[in-house]
């Protein structure tokens, strides 16, 4: 998307707001970015989380969904509620069937 955007990857972290080896290491496979780089870098290539995300489970049987929401259950133990109803809501936009939300 970066490329056909006609974006190095050097221009793509200064609008996104990230190191250039963030976004090499995502490119390359080697990371994951947090959910506020990928509304970042969604926003910056005027595209969806949804349109980024890859939702198809891994090669090692680990589903994505399950891994979203239970990064959500770790943010809400941490108390952190405006942040985890936030997540949440993308997390139903981009993968609208799973557990039940977090409260």
């Not at 990928?38 to 680990?62: F, I, K, M, N, Y």
């Amino acid at each position: 998307m970066r490329k056909a955007k006609k974006l190095s990857q050097e221009e793509l972290a200064h609008l996104a707001g990230c190191d250039v080896s963030t976004i090499g290491r995502i490119e390359r496979g080697e990371k994951s970015p947090r959910l506020a780089l990928l509304v970042s870098l969604a926003e910056t290539l005027g595209t969806t989380v949804s349109d980024l995300t890859d939702c198809r489970p891994r090669a090692r049987g680990q589903d994505v969904r399950r891994e979203f929401y239970d990064r959500v259950d770790a943010l809400m133990e941490k108390g952190s509620k405006q942040k985890v109803e936030m997540v949440r809501m993308v997390m139903e936009s981009v993968m609208p069937y799973g557990r039940k939300p977090v409260r």
